[in-house]
């Protein structure tokens, strides 16, 4: 089993739609929890970040946090092209105190 | 500008040449960081670093050495004993080493080839 896995990709929405992006980790003492976008060809770029229960909301972002259930998701609300990319969802804490450890991804598309 | 700087961007060698991937950055930042990205991946831990003068291994540290020496500096060595070189490396800064937060900031990235 991975230690964080995220749903499998490709996801295609229409533009102005919602995206819900998932990802599961399987260290209880995981205690922080972040979202990263990466275009094709650049460097991961830090867009969410979660450490409680619960929802977070940035703009057109939300982080959610359920810690029973191991689970945290990005939901991107009116989703525009530009939001076409690689999302990666990373986790810190217990086992892998001081080092992030990251999921394999999910691709974006927004189409028009 | 406060930011991580790795050169060069397009880095090519042949196989059985060590290579040195640069990484500064001017953050203050205690941790430094360096992972592998494979085509269609996610990111895998070489090597990281909480303090100067200190560093361990990640997950895939076989064929890699590392120094820090400075703050500001974490460069990375790819040695002629990394079966398969050819990758994007990416070197990540964090302000809060291993205190449950460790929000991690990347670089621009080096895009390695060997042949």
């Known amino acids: 089993q991975k230690e964080v896995e995220q749903n499998s990709g490709p996801l295609s929405v229409p533009e102005g739609a919602i995206a819900s992006l998932n990802c599961t980790y399987s260290?209880?003492?995981?205690?922080?929890f972040f979202w990263y976008r990466q275009y094709s060809g650049k460097s991961p770029e830090l867009i969410m970040s979660?450490?409680?229960?619960g929802d977070k909301e940035d703009g057109r972002f939300t982080a959610q946090l359920n810690k029973a259930s191991q689970y945290v998701s990005l939901l991107i609300r009116d989703s525009q092209p530009s939001d076409s990319a690689t999302y990666l969802c990373?986790?810190?804490?217990?086992?892998?105190?001081?080092?992030?450890?990251f999921g394999q991804g999910t691709i974006l598309t927004v189409h028009p | 500008d406060g930011g991580i700087t790795q050169s060069p961007k397009y880095l090519f060698r042949k196989e059985g040449q060590n290579v040195t991937l640069s990484c500064e950055q001017n953050?203050?930042?205690?941790?430094m960081y360096w992972y592998r990205q494979d085509p269609g991946q996610g990111l895998r831990l070489i090597y990281y670093?909480?303090?100067?003068?200190?560093?361990q291994k990640g997950d895939i540290a076989e064929g890699y050495s590392v120094s820090r020496e400075k703050k500001e500096s974490f460069p990375l060595t790819v040695t002629s004993a990394q079966k398969n070189p050819t990758a994007f490396y990416l070197c990540?800064?964090?302000?809060?080493?291993?205190?449950?937060?460790?929000?991690?900031?990347f670089g621009p990235g080096t895009r390695l080839t060997v042949t």
């Open positions: 990540a800064s964090s302000p809060r080493p291993g205190q449950g937060a460790n929000e991690q900031y």
């Open positions: 260290d209880r003492g995981s205690q922080s």
């Open positions: 979660i450490y409680s229960n």
């Open positions: 990373a986790v810190a804490g217990g086992t892998s105190y001081g080092k992030l450890t």
């Open positions: 953050l203050n930042h205690d941790a």
């Open positions: 670093s909480q303090i100067v003068n200190d560093f």
